[in-house]
T-cell receptor, first 117, second 112 residues
Framework: GAVVSQHPSWVICKSGTSVKIECRSLDFQATTMFWYRQFPKQSLMLMATSNEGSKATYEQGVEKDKFLINHASLTLSTLTVTSAHPEDSSFYIC?????????????FGDGTRLSIL | GENVEQHPSTLSVQEGDSAVIKCTYSDSASNYFPWYKQELGKGPQLIIDIRSNVGEKKDQRIAVTLNKTAKHFSLHITETQPEDSAVYFCAASMDSWGKLQFGAGTQVVVTP
């Protein structure tokens, strides 16, 4: 079945560092990718929608200058958390939808746990 | 926008018993209702979904029902097993390729 891979699965870094998370669709071309954030024992909150070759659409309250999203190819989207602070520590999850996407469900990656010290 | 409420927040069942999780949604334009299972430290995994033109769908021990008039849908797991223990999320969207609005999640614990 369709597989979405995220890398890294876990990252720990110092406050002020920028961190890049990759989301890849392994066996299909993803025209749209979504980025979610999940705090402990909470639900998934959509951060942004990313379409290949165009600028991402951010949800209300999400700082686009802090969470940079690039969807340069049909198999790769990246989320960069710039100048990360402890409050950015969270579980970041991407999902992807393939070409010919009508009636196809979203496929989720296994998430990236980000810990900012 | 869409608002999805999910109950209960936790559910403990004995192995072999049934588990039912209920969700309500607010936007009558929503037409797609997936259910996800999330194990600790992993991303959500789609277990079943239903579209608004269908009232019920079943896949082995899992079934989903939808009442579009009342704007609620439910997940039914029969003959529960310890490996069913996880957090389950319902979601709603206008279509399967659109933005998903998730419920708050239900922690299911199946005790042997």
């Amino acid at each position: 079945g369709a597989v979405v891979s995220q890398h890294p699965s876990w990252v720990i870094c110092k406050s002020g560092t920028s961190v890049k998370i990759e989301c890849r669709s392994l066996d299909f071309q993803a025209t749209t990718m979504f980025w979610y954030r999940q705090f402990p024992k909470q639900s998934l909150m959509l951060m942004a929608t990313s379409n290949e070759g165009s600028k991402a659409t951010y949800e209300q309250g999400v700082e686009k200058d802090k969470f940079l999203i690039n969807h340069a190819s049909l198999t790769l989207s990246t989320l960069t958390v710039t100048s990360a602070h402890p409050e950015d520590s969270s579980f970041y999850i991407c999902s992807a939808i393939g070409q010919g996407r009508f009636n196809q469900p979203q496929h989720f990656g296994d998430g990236t746990r980000l810990s900012i010290l | 926008g869409e608002n999805v409420e999910q109950h209960p927040s936790t559910l403990s069942v004995q192995e072999g018993d049934s588990a039912v999780i209920k969700c309500t949604y607010s936007d009558s334009a929503s037409n797609y209702f997936p259910w996800y299972k999330q194990e600790l430290g992993k991303g959500p995994q789609l277990i079943i979904d239903i579209r608004s033109n269908v009232g019920e769908k079943k896949d082995q021990r899992i079934a989903v029902t939808l009442n579009k008039t009342a704007k609620h849908f439910s997940l039914h797991i029969t003959e529960t097993q310890p490996e069913d223990s996880a957090v389950y999320f319902c979601a709603a969207s206008m279509d399967s390729w659109g933005k998903l609005q998730f419920g708050a999640g239900t922690q299911v614990v199946v005790t042997p």
